[in-house]
């Protein structure tokens, strides 16, 4: 079946030295409202690249799990939707002068 995960946490962790790789491995903290688990990004996930904490991940097809970390593949991962974003400055700037004009 598939599971509906909210994303609490969501780091690269491909490079200890915080330089940004060219192929990214992420580790996720993730929620099920009952429980916690981490998963790995065990090969590439297209759907996960730009994942925050706030979305909600869409875990399908039984993902291995290894001492307790779900490792992730394509196929495990079968949609992710956006929580809540931070505005961007120019937005926010956009916002402001509107309610100034009103």
């Known amino acids: 079946g598939e599971h509906k995960l909210l994303v609490l946490q969501a780091s690269d962790i491909s490079s200890p030295t915080g330089i940004v790789s060219r192929s990214p491995i992420l580790k996720l903290v993730l929620a099920s409202g009952e429980e916690r688990c981490t998963a790995l990004e065990y090969r590439p996930v297209r759907a996960l ?6 979305d909600t991940v869409v875990i399908g097809q039984e993902p291995v799990v290894r001492h307790g970390v779900m490792l992730l593949e394509q196929h495990n991962v079968l949609g992710v939707t956006n929580g809540p974003r931070e505005q ?6 956009q916002q402001q002068q509107q309610e100034q004009q009103q």
């Open 49 to 54: 690249r730009g994942v925050q904490a706030g």
């Open 88 to 93: 961007q400055p120019q937005q926010e700037q």
